[in-house]
């Protein structure tokens, strides 16, 4: 226990470190358009999309209940299960997580390829408009991190979603709001918070149980690693500035 405590503090302190060594100084001269004077933000921008996923998916009544992840790659939940803030990874705390969600979910993945065979992982396009029918019903939780950007046809995918949830289930869904242009394989949409949920409300009865944006890592100096299609120009501000993620957690009724 007191080791643990003692990598915590030292991870916290390499974490700053690293932020001491990036500090520099800009100067804004450009142009400033609206009314400044305006504090007050009509909706939420006060989320953490894996705090809150991680609230409503680990305190869900129930035992041996059915997830799936929607874009499940390596299906390892790393963001679900061990980010903190602005995408901080806690080991410690992904392995705590990682235990309770197993002690309460069976695991199932969807994807359109399963290259490392991976168990449990449906391969299936989840915008496929013709989706096998044999999963409607089946699931408790819906989870999808920053996939519904890649769908070409998203209301298709949120039709798939709300069929496979059991009532009384949830779909928590991230798609970013704004960040930049990365092909994986394709880019095609953004989300505003009424946007995402639109795509569920238009499919059947729902509830919105949280709605809004987590704008923690907003100022990051974000750049692509180029194999994406992803770069963008860097000018003094740096790279992409911008980064905005909406957060839709929904109840079939």
Not at 25 to 36: A, C, P, Y
Not at 151 to 170: D, E, H, Y
Request: hydrophobic share 35%; net charge positive.
């Amino acid at each position: 226990m007191f080791n643990k405590k003692i990598k915590k503090i030292i991870d916290k302190i390499r974490h700053g470190y690293k932020s001491i060594l990036n500090f520099r100084i800009i100067w804004d001269f450009e142009k400033k358009i609206g009314n400044f004077d305006i504090k007050k933000v009509g909706y939420n921008v006060g989320l953490q999309k894996e705090e809150i996923s991680r609230r409503y998916i680990l305190n869900k009544k129930g035992l041996r209940l059915k997830f799936l992840d929607v874009g499940s790659r390596n299906s390892k939940l790393e963001y679900l299960l061990g980010i903190k803030n602005n995408l901080y990874f806690d080991k410690a705390l992904y392995d705590t997580n990682y235990k309770l969600f197993y002690s309460k979910y069976e695991y199932f993945g969807l994807d359109v390829q399963n290259p490392e065979n991976i168990e449990n992982v449906i391969i299936q396009d989840i915008c496929d408009k013709n989706f096998t029918e044999k999963y409607n019903d089946c699931y408790d939780v819906i989870y999808s991190n920053n996939v519904f950007e890649h769908l070409k046809k998203p209301w298709v995918a949120a039709r798939n979603i709300l069929k496979m949830l059991r009532i009384g289930g949830i779909a928590v869904i991230i798609a970013p709001f704004s960040i930049r242009y990365h092909e994986c394989p394709a880019d095609y949409f953004r989300y505003s918070h009424i946007g995402l949920n639109s795509l569920f409300e238009e499919c059947g009865e729902v509830k919105i149980l949280e709605s809004g944006y987590d704008i923690c890592g907003r100022r990051n100096n974000w750049q692509g690693q180029g194999d994406e299609n992803d770069m963008v120009p860097i000018d003094k501000f740096g790279a992409w500035r911008e980064n905005w993620f909406t957060v839709s957690i929904i109840e079939k009724k």
